[in-house]
């Protein structure tokens, strides 16, 4: 079988750490095995939010990686204001939490850097890759974003090279993400990011999305969009069995990830602090875990209520520790940003707590594709920013099951989520 090339444009990759390196990552590590080569290019010297060692384990060995320098503004952007940090992750303080160094940051990005901060990578990268597509043999190009600016990157290899073949995979959306109302933009500025993002649907032979419902948008807006979500990797799991355990019998429930202002479970908590404050036997057995950075504002609030002596915070750990974390849980938290236009956001740690069998418990806009999942694979629960009663009544269903020993792993047709299975089908999409 003749072998074909696949050329990766991709801004995070390990030793980047947090959900945006995972899936091309993984699908790198399981291409070769349906006749593809991956070829990455990404920057030299970028600026990721987090790092993580543990990743390098699975980079394919003997893949070819071309660096070319990039120059952003972040590093500096930090020195100024150390919100900064937050804004090149998509995340922000909102309402009073913004100060007037936040909010001139954040009008500076949405409407200086069209489409991020990373603009400025554009223009040599396409000199460099234009050349390296003339004298290499490439099959297809991905661009991978965001950072969006990824994506124009393959546009102009596109109007320069109009036979190459360019797949736009989106691990979130650009006009319709939750926090773009938030870039305090001109109209100048909005027209514009639209504008893009239209040329970039319909110049892609084909858009990837990562939600069932993202794909269904780009293609009202004129893309050949295909979905095909996140997943779990079942070397993953099978590394971490049983790796960690409990110093103590408690029931464990367990956020891992970044939790910012704008997906914060305010009714969650409120909830977590009524059954501890009214029911005896749940606060002494309770804990809540927080594996990952939680937005300092959130904390301090929880810190300030019951919940207080229920809070473990191990703060960022690597993935492969982190994976032992979710196992070493009782339920499992996702939360996802109000409103509905959000409602086709699956975040990629879904599918590790599916893998890890314990029950999840999500936040979110009714009918979001994270409810779809949940009740499909038997693994949890979904709720709107609005319910209480209902969710104690699920939380305490689920801790009585806990106390007499009947909460059982029983989630089902997840193997569709499995990497593997999910490179199978991209694979099929490439052909």
């Given at each position: 079988m003749?072998?074909?090339?696949?050329?990766?444009?991709?801004?995070?990759?390990?030793?980047?750490?947090g959900?945006?390196?995972?899936?091309?990552?993984?699908f790198?590590k399981?291409l070769p095995d349906?006749?593809?080569?991956?070829?990455?290019?990404?920057?030299?010297?970028?600026s990721?939010?987090?790092?993580?060692e543990?990743?390098?384990?699975?980079?394919p060995e003997n893949?070819?990686?071309?660096k070319?320098?990039?120059?952003?503004?972040?590093?500096?952007?930090?020195?100024?204001?150390?919100s900064?940090?937050?804004?090149k992750?998509?995340?922000?303080?909102?309402?009073?939490?913004?100060?007037?160094?936040?909010k001139?940051?954040?009008w500076?990005?949405g409407?200086?850097?069209?489409?991020?901060?990373?603009?400025?990578?554009?223009?040599?990268?396409?000199?460099?890759?234009?050349q390296y597509l003339?004298?290499?043999?490439?099959?297809v190009?991905?661009?991978?974003g965001?950072p969006?600016?990824?994506?124009?990157?393959g546009?102009?290899?596109k109007?320069k090279?109009?036979?190459?073949?360019w797949?736009?995979?989106?691990?979130?959306?650009?006009?319709?993400?939750?926090?773009?109302?938030?870039?305090?933009?001109?109209?100048?500025?909005?027209?514009?990011?639209?504008?893009?993002?239209?040329?970039v649907?319909k110049?892609?032979?084909i858009?990837?999305?990562?939600?069932?419902?993202?794909?269904?948008?780009?293609r009202?807006?004129?893309?050949?969009?295909?979905?095909?979500?996140?997943?779990?990797?079942?070397?993953?799991?099978k590394?971490?069995?049983?790796?960690?355990?409990n110093?103590?019998p408690?029931?464990?429930?367990?956020?891992?990830?970044?939790l910012e202002?704008?997906r914060?479970?305010?009714?969650l908590?409120?909830?977590?602090?009524?059954?501890?404050?009214?029911?005896?036997d749940?606060a002494?057995?309770f804990?809540?875990?927080?594996?990952?950075?939680?937005?300092e504002?959130?904390?301090n609030?929880?810190e300030?209520?019951?919940l207080?002596k229920h809070i473990l915070?191990?703060?960022?750990?690597?993935?492969d520790k982190?994976?032992?974390?979710m196992q070493?849980?009782?339920?499992?938290?996702?939360?996802?940003?109000?409103?509905?236009?959000?409602k086709?956001?699956?975040?990629?740690?879904?599918?590790?707590?599916?893998?890890?069998?314990?029950?999840?418990?999500?936040?979110?806009p009714?009918?979001?594709d994270?409810?779809?999942?949940?009740t499909e694979?038997n693994a949890?629960?979904?709720?709107?920013y609005?319910?209480s009663?209902?969710?104690?009544?699920?939380?305490?269903?689920?801790?009585?099951l806990?106390?007499?020993g009947?909460?059982?792993e029983?989630?089902?047709?997840i193997?569709?989520?499995?990497?593997?299975?999910?490179?199978?089908?991209l694979a099929?999409?490439?052909?």
């Amino acid at each position: 079988m003749v072998e074909k090339k696949i050329l990766i444009i991709t801004y995070y990759w390990p030793p980047a750490g947090g959900p945006g390196v995972q899936r091309w990552l993984k699908f790198a590590k399981y291409l070769p095995d349906f006749g593809w080569k991956p070829v990455i290019y990404t920057p030299e010297n970028p600026s990721y939010p987090l790092l993580d060692e543990s990743l390098l384990k699975d980079v394919p060995e003997n893949i070819e990686i071309i660096k070319t320098k990039i120059r952003e503004p972040y590093q500096l952007a930090e020195k100024l204001n150390k919100s900064n940090k937050k804004f090149k992750a998509g995340q922000f303080d909102v309402g009073q939490n913004q100060s007037w160094k936040s909010k001139l940051s954040i009008w500076v990005r949405g409407n200086f850097f069209i489409p991020d901060a990373r603009v400025f990578w554009i223009r040599p990268s396409v000199s460099f890759l234009e050349q390296y597509l003339k004298e290499n043999k490439i099959d297809v190009v991905v661009t991978s974003g965001p950072p969006h600016s990824l994506h124009l990157i393959g546009l102009r290899l596109k109007k320069k090279l109009p036979g190459l073949k360019w797949v736009a995979d989106f691990r979130d959306p650009w006009t319709e993400i939750s926090y773009y109302k938030h870039l305090k933009l001109t109209r100048s500025s909005d027209k514009k990011h639209r504008r893009l993002e239209s040329e970039v649907f319909k110049n892609a032979d084909i858009t990837l999305a990562t939600s069932y419902t993202d794909a269904e948008n780009f293609r009202k807006n004129g893309a050949h969009a295909v979905c095909i979500t996140n997943g779990f990797d079942d070397s993953d799991s099978k590394d971490q069995k049983g790796k960690t355990e409990n110093l103590q019998p408690l029931f464990t429930l367990s956020y891992i990830g970044v939790l910012e202002q704008l997906r914060n479970p305010e009714n969650l908590w409120n909830c977590l602090n009524e059954l501890v404050k009214t029911c005896p036997d749940f606060a002494e057995d309770f804990i809540l875990k927080f594996v990952g950075r939680v937005d300092e504002k959130i904390l301090n609030t929880i810190e300030n209520s019951n919940l207080k002596k229920h809070i473990l915070n191990l703060g960022y750990l690597s993935h492969d520790k982190a994976v032992g974390e979710m196992q070493n849980s009782d339920m499992l938290l996702i939360t996802n940003f109000p409103n509905d236009s959000s409602k086709g956001i699956i975040p990629g740690k879904i599918f590790e707590y599916l893998a890890s069998g314990k029950q999840i418990i999500s936040f979110g806009p009714d009918q979001a594709d994270v409810s779809k999942i949940l009740t499909e694979t038997n693994a949890g629960k979904h709720f709107s920013y609005h319910d209480s009663e209902t969710i104690k009544t699920f939380i305490l269903e689920k801790y009585k099951l806990w106390k007499n020993g009947n909460l059982l792993e029983n989630t089902q047709n997840i193997e569709q989520f499995s990497r593997k299975t999910l490179t199978k089908k991209l694979a099929e999409i490439l052909d």
